[in-house]
């Protein structure tokens, strides 16, 4: 045994050729589990009980398969009306740290009649809500509601497209609109605060 190889006089191991469960079962990085369950036919299926390891895993539970991993639950759970005051089916909790759910070979959908996204933050710099993608963000619905209580913005580095096939309303308590041509022409709208930094801009880089 290596110098530093972790021991347990009192592992007990019960199984046969289609299965084990050990109690203290010392893993080959020397981390133990205090209980583990496996499969005979594939050693990468398999559920730990670590009492070893890091910050992560010590304390921890493992779940690995090469198959796929399914829970399903709920089926005496209430259903109000609308949705108000249901009973929840299934409840992933973090106490502390992160959740973090990946599919890098392909796709995470989440399927239901309602969804939310609700971020509570306290700090001023939390409560954010961040979608980021690298090619393409697609929302299509049959009616959209966007509200901000403080600034909303829109900007593109090259074309913005506002368009309503119908009718398109515009309303502001005070409307400020410049565009390229207003350091010669001035502002269809009139001479504005929005118009005037256009101008200092134009100036500035000639």
Known sequence: MAKGQRKNFYTIRYGQRDGEIKFGHIHEDNNESAAMLRSGHEPCHYITMDHTGGEERKHGTICRSKGSFKVKAGDNCLVTPNNIANQAGIVLDSVSGDIIIKAPNGRIKLEAQDIQLIANGSTGKTGVITLDSNDKVVVNSKSIDMRAKESYKIFSEKTLDVVGNA???????????????????????GPSSTEEQAKELKAGGE
């Open 167 to 189: 009718i398109m309303n515009i309303y502001g308590g005070l409307v400020d609109m410049a565009d390229g041509a207003t350091k010669l022409k001035g502002s269809k709208t």
